[in-house]
């Protein structure tokens, strides 16, 4: 038996469905073909997953461009005790 793949729009709509609570998981489960086991783990990964919906993601780019400038500046440090290490080997002096 070949394993299906819902897509994002139907695991949503059968989710909403489900949390509405309006039918049971097997009624809901016997309309859109899919084991009431599988509505149910959409519906609990849906509820433990929608308050990050709503946090701030400019925090999250902030705290990607801080690792970004701390991995430059540590770059720009090595490059610099490299360029110092050559000077002193080869004599040169600025």
């Not at 469905?17 to 073909?33: C, D, F, K, M, V």
Request: net charge positive; proline share 2%.
């Amino acid at each position: 038996m070949k394993r299906r793949k819902f897509s994002a729009e139907f695991k949503t709509k059968v989710t909403i469905e489900a949390i509405r609570g309006l039918r049971t998981l097997n009624e809901i489960s016997s309309e859109y073909e899919v084991h009431p086991n599988q509505v149910a783990k959409w519906k609990k990964q849906f509820l433990t997953q929608a308050p990050q919906i709503f946090n701030d993601h400019r925090s999250r780019k902030d705290d990607k461009e801080d690792k970004k400038v701390e991995k430059l500046y540590q770059e720009i440090g090595q490059l610099q005790v490299e360029l110092n290490w050559l000077k002193k080997k080869t004599g040169f002096v600025s």
